[in-house]
């Protein structure tokens, strides 16, 4: 290669420079192509190089560019040299990068004191062990076809697993074929607006007060999302005969986010007749719904009618929202034009999360960890519940027990206050408006916090600090 050469990439005893040379001589380039690095944080500070040699082979350049390159810069202060030491760069380069230590400090000054965030599992209590063994047991037993690229609709192991799970745990009627694995309950709902679009629904009626991220999505696909008033009984499913235009409805029936409720069954069999009559289906959020305190959790909207729900669920809430695993059970009809909205070659969730999620199901350790996570959540609910009856009589724990969420309600507004809008960012619990629909007429106020997220060590002190805050 001629040293006028205008791109090249060094790759010497595992170090990838990836150097884009510019115009102007081999030389000018090189040069260039190294401050670049430096500053943009590619090349750290310590960094040893390649011998003048070998970097010059592999760039198929002349040594005694490389070995100019070195010593100007060296001049310039960029690279260190040392007799028998190499070649390094030197900590000139760390002005380049000391902002992003600073933005980090910045940030974390950012962080609340204790993390009451709703719809977010203690993430300390996460099962590492027993994970990990299923991980192990499933990467040992894996078919080789696993390895490659596989079904857009996910691991048969994993669908066959879910599809026995949600039988018995949450009352679904279904079968392998009707599963999509996806990444978490966000992806799951794109495909469905963007498949419910293509069929021609123009509008999805939400409730009013829910995600907004989950409106935004099925705006983003094309569609309308009015709003459906709440009240002690869930959505008021009367209002959709009023609306011809809406071609489905989104619920969280078995424990409305955030509101707390669970959908009446007079509801739950008004909106199940709603859609056989209309043709049209229910996209159910399960949301939490493995977690009841009072009572065995209630069955899935989906057990009443599998043609006409889709049911959404996710290991966000019961395990860690990091596995990024997630399922649609979508009736026979649909399943095609929902797996198609992944394309045929359209990553999935990783293989190897999929078959130790199907091992840890089959093996009983994700029963347990329910079962365990229920009992301490029900129990970290009913202290909160009783330490807002002791400190705020004014004040109202709304919803059913359930969930990893409440809603703390008073007759006056807890959220008006400036000084103390600033404790609750401290305490990361969301006001109520944050997930008001624009469409809601409803005068409720509140805030919405998790007793989920903080670890057991943590949460005494973020209990105290909320009820210290409160009116």
Same mark, same amino acid.
């Given at each position: 290669? %001629? ?5 090249? %990439? ?60 070195? #010593? ?44 009451? &965030? ?40 994993? &669908? ?8 018995? $745990? ?19 709902? &794109? ?62 029936? %078995? ?6 409720? *669970? ?112 009992? /301490? ?24 027990? $359930? ?13 008006? *206050?400036?000084?103390? /809008? ?17 469409? #809601? &007429? ?12 903080? %670890? ?16």
């Amino acid at each position: 290669m %001629s040293d006028q050469g205008a791109a090249g %990439s060094a790759r010497v005893s595992g170090l990838d420079l990836h150097l884009i040379r510019c115009g102007g001589g081999a030389r000018a380039g090189l040069m260039d192509a190294f401050r670049e690095a430096i500053r943009s944080g590619r090349l750290l500070p310590g960094t040893r190089l390649p011998s003048s040699r070998a970097l010059a082979a592999d760039l198929g350049v002349g040594r005694n560019t490389v070995v100019r390159t070195y #010593s100007e810069l060296v001049n310039e202060g960029w690279l260190t040299a040392r007799h028998g030491s190499g070649t390094e760069v030197s900590q000139r380069g760390a002005e380049s990068v000391r902002a992003r230590p600073r933005l980090r400090a910045a940030q974390a000054l950012r962080r609340p004191v204790h993390d009451l &965030r709703p719809g977010c599992p203690d993430l300390s209590s996460f099962p590492r062990e027993e994970w990990v063994r299923a991980v192990k047991r499933a990467v040992g037993a894996a078919p080789l076809d696993a390895f490659g690229y596989s079904d857009t609709s996910g691991r048969v192991e994993l &669908r066959e697993a879910l599809a026995r799970y949600l039988a018995r $745990a949450r009352g679904l009627r279904t079968q392998a074929d009707n599963i999509i694995v996806c990444s978490g309950a966000a992806e799951g709902l &794109r495909l469905v607006a963007a498949a419910l679009a293509a069929s021609g629904v123009k509008a999805v009626a939400v409730e009013e007060f829910g995600l907004p991220a989950q409106r935004r999505t099925l705006e983003k696909a094309g569609l309308a999302a009015p709003a459906i008033p709440i009240d002690t009984d869930g959505a008021d499913i009367a209002v959709l005969d009023g609306r011809p235009n809406v071609g489905a409805v989104l619920l969280t029936p %078995s424990h409305q986010f955030p509101l707390g409720v *669970a959908l009446h069954p007079d509801r739950r069999a008004a909106v199940v007749e709603w859609a056989r009559r209309r043709r049209s289906v229910i996209i159910e959020d399960d949301y939490d719904g493995e977690f009841r305190y009072d009572r065995a959790p209630v069955g899935a909207l989906q057990g009443l009618d599998p043609e006409h729900v889709i049911f959404l669920g996710t290991a966000s809430k019961s395990l860690a929202p990091g596995l990024r695993l997630g399922w649609l059970v979508v009736p026979d009809h649909l399943v095609d034009a929902v797996a198609g909205q992944k394309g045929e070659t359209e990553e999935t969730v990783g293989f190897v999360n999929q078959l130790a999620m199907a091992d840890f199901i089959e093996s009983g350790a994700y029963d347990r960890h329910i079962r365990a996570m229920r009992s /301490q959540y029900g129990r970290r609910r009913h202290q909160l519940v009783e330490a807002v009856k002791q400190h705020s009589p004014a004040s109202s724990v709304g919803g059913v027990p $359930a969930g990893l969420h409440v809603l703390l309600e008073q007759a006056g507004r807890l959220t008006s *206050a400036d000084g103390r /809008q600033a404790a609750w960012r401290r305490l990361a619990v969301e006001p109520l408006d944050l997930f008001r629909h624009p469409e #809601s &007429r409803s005068v409720r106020d509140g805030l919405v916090a998790g007793f989920a997220t903080p %670890s057991p060590s943590a949460w005494s002190g973020a209990l105290e600090a909320l009820v210290r805050q409160l009116p």
